[in-house]
Structure formats: C-alpha cells, structure tokens
C-alpha cells in the first residue's frame, strides 16, 4: 500500500532547498556535494539531509506543543526559553505597554490606538482606586 505524501514535509522540502540554495549549497547537482555540506555542517546523516530535501523527511512531532497549549503561552515563547529559538525578546522581558497591548490585539488605527489608550487608563484609574 502507497503512502501519502506529508504536506509539511513537502513544504519543509521547498523551503529547506530553498534556504540551502541561496546559502549557496548545491543542493540540486548530481555530484551530492550541497548533501553532503550541509550534512557535515549540521552533524546530520547525508541520509537524513536528502530525505528532508526529497520531501520524504517525517518532522518529529514538537514536545512542547502540548506544554505551551497546557500554559496558555505561545509555543515560540516556550522555544525561546528553551533556548531553541533565537529573536526577539520574551514578552515578559520588556513592561507591556498600552501601545505594545494595541499592536499585539491587531488595533492599528491611530484613532482606536487612542480610544484604546484612554479605556486602558480609565480602567487601571478605577482599579487604583477600588
């Protein structure tokens, strides 16, 4: 029995030969040289890097999906602290701004930034004063 062919893996693929070409890998020459590169440069198999650039590479299921679901926090969060992921800086590392609330809920007009600024002020007034 034929097996289908995995969707992400297939997108993994174009990306990842995407990513090696422009890296300038030669990914895609019959001599295998970009395989066997990117192979010693990962630590990976030869046998694993040409699985991933066929499409044919099963991408293990996150561990820390179902962590992150569990804590409610987004799961790049959790790869950030793992130190997994490099980028921007955890949420909880700068003070969240009402400007940073507004970009982060998608409010982008300047007009409903500054309804929203005087609601929040508003509120955290009242709660200052209960």
Same mark, same amino acid.
Do not use: C, H, W
């Given at each position: 029995?034929?097996?289908?062919?995995?969707?992400?893996?297939?997108?993994?693929?174009?990306?990842?030969?995407?990513?090696?070409?422009?890296?300038?890998?030669?990914?895609?020459?019959?001599?295998?040289?970009?395989?066997?590169?990117?192979?010693?440069?990962?630590?990976?198999?030869?046998?694993?890097?040409?699985?991933?650039?066929?499409?044919?590479?099963?991408?293990?299921?996150?561990?820390?999906?179902?962590?992150?679901?569990?804590?409610?926090?987004?799961?790049?969060?959790?790869?950030?602290?793992?130190?997994?992921?490099?980028?921007?800086?955890?949420? @909880?590392?700068?003070?969240?701004?009402? @400007?940073?609330?507004? @970009?982060?809920?998608?409010?982008?007009?300047?007009?409903?930034?500054?309804?929203?600024?005087?609601?929040?002020?508003?509120?955290?007034?009242?709660?200052?004063?209960?």
């Amino acid at each position: 029995m034929a097996t289908r062919p995995n969707p992400a893996a297939k997108n993994f693929a174009r990306f990842v030969k995407d990513a090696a070409t422009r890296a300038g890998y030669a990914v895609n020459s019959s001599s295998g040289d970009g395989v066997a590169r990117i192979a010693e440069k990962t630590g990976m198999s030869e046998a694993d890097i040409a699985k991933i650039l066929k499409g044919e590479y099963e991408i293990p299921a996150d561990p820390l999906k179902p962590l992150a679901d569990a804590l409610d926090v987004p799961q790049k969060d959790l790869l950030r602290a793992a130190g997994v992921l490099e980028g921007r800086t955890l949420p @909880q590392d700068r003070p969240l701004t009402v @400007q940073l609330a507004a @970009q982060r809920l998608g409010i982008k007009s300047p007009k409903n930034v500054a309804a929203f600024e005087t609601l929040v002020t508003a509120l955290l007034d009242a709660e200052k004063r209960r």
